[in-house]
């Protein structure tokens, strides 16, 4: 049963910095990929970043020009998403996700979910 836990969410002040983290159990790293999402209140979940469990190919959003770094450490089995210069409009729900179809990496699409942590960027 592949389990995905999220932390690291908390309140910070424009321009600062989070590491958000996710460990996950029962998954296999032997193809696919694992990605974070993000939910805005009133707003419809998006993909943020995503990793390929093999090698270190990532993908970022568009709407995200170098701000988020997505890494893993797969001995700790533990997934991050450093996020500088943080605005308000980075607030919301930050999900961890992962899938073993790589197709699906290239269209956001996960099979797994965490429940989330909460990222709240004041002005």
């Known amino acids: 049963q592949v389990q995905l836990v999220e932390s690291g969410g908390g309140s910070v002040q424009a321009g600062g910095s989070l590491t958000l983290s996710c460990v996950v159990s029962g998954f296999a790293y032997t193809s696919g990929c694992m990605g974070w999402f993000r939910q805005a209140p009133g707003k419809e979940r998006e993909g943020v970043a995503v990793?390929?469990?093999?090698?270190?190919?990532?993908y970022y959003d568009d709407s995200l020009p170098g701000r988020f770094t997505i890494s893993r450490d797969n001995a700790k089995n533990t997934l991050y998403l450093q996020m500088n210069s943080l605005k308000p409009e980075d607030s919301g729900i930050y999900y961890c996700?992962?899938?073993?179809?790589?197709?699906?990496?290239?269209?956001?699409?996960?099979?797994?979910w965490g429940k989330g942590t909460l990222v709240t960027i004041s002005s």
């Open positions: 990793i390929y469990t093999r090698g270190d190919t990532t």
């Open positions: 996700a992962a899938t073993y179809d790589g197709y699906n990496c290239l269209t956001w699409r996960m099979d797994y």
